[in-house]
């Protein structure tokens, strides 16, 4: 059962402090999405990537926030420095483009920052 | 621009009762859509999604789903709700061909009272 696998699943840290969140997309796709879940502001689209390329990372606060990936198997999402606002839940998705744009959600890494 | 649109943010039901979730979009062009569920503490899962064809569109645990082009909307059903359906509920949708970001809706929160 193919899955999507994000590292760690929890994270405390304190503002300022570097946060680096990791994620395995599935076998074989090659897309993958970073999403950040909040209470107030819902589900938002902070990255894009296709055949590890950023194509989409509009949502994304540039000051702070980077988004890469180094292989087919690892995507990251950095945060430097972290602040409070930044504590949410960040979700990794991965599909395969020119598909059914179906997306396969890992299962979150939650973040909080004090 | 393009946007999706979940009218109700919270609703509440008694085991058995029906289900009838809203969805509309804006978009422009042929779509694809999707209903995403997440279960308390879990991450997003594909309920059911809408291509082409038949516009009503039958998904797991007894959801369905019809697209109804005219109105832009893709209003999420369920003739019975069980405790179980306790969830939130995300209408996505993207433009067909190529890659086209997915747009979530802000989510509903379905409640079922045994």
């Known amino acids: 059962d193919a899955r999507v696998t994000q590292t760690p699943r929890h994270k405390v840290t304190e503002m300022g402090q570097e946060v680096t969140m990791r994620c395995q997309p599935i076998l074989g796709h090659n897309t993958v999405f970073w999403y950040r879940q909040t209470m107030m502001q819902g589900l938002e689209l902070l990255a894009y990537f296709r055949n590890r390329a950023p194509l989409d990372d509009s949502g994304m606060p540039k000051d702070r926030f980077s988004a890469e990936m180094p292989d087919a198997t690892l995507a990251t999402l950095k945060i430097q420095p972290s602040e409070p606002r930044d504590s949410a839940v960040y979700f990794c998705?991965?599909?395969?483009?020119?598909?059914?744009?179906?997306?396969?959600f890992g299962p979150g890494t939650r973040l909080t920052v004090t | 621009a393009q946007s999706v649109s979940q009218h109700n943010h919270h609703v509440i039901l008694s085991e058995a009762a029906s289900l009838e979730l809203g969805c509309n979009y804006s978009y422009g062009g042929t779509v694809n859509l999707f209903w995403y569920v997440q279960y308390p503490g879990q991450h997003l899962q594909l309920l059911l999604k809408y291509f082409s064809g038949d516009p009503l569109v039958k998904g797991i645990k007894g959801f369905e789903a019809e697209f109804i082009k005219s109105k832009f909307s893709f209003n999420l059903r369920k003739p019975s709700v069980q405790w179980s359906d306790t969830a939130e509920y995300f209408c996505?949708?993207?433009?067909?061909?190529?890659?086209?970001?997915?747009?979530f809706g802000t989510g509903t929160k379905l409640q079922v009272i045994p």
């Open positions: 998705a991965s599909g395969l483009s020119g598909s059914s744009y179906e997306q396969y």
């Open positions: 996505a949708v993207t433009l067909s061909g190529g890659y086209q970001k997915v747009t």
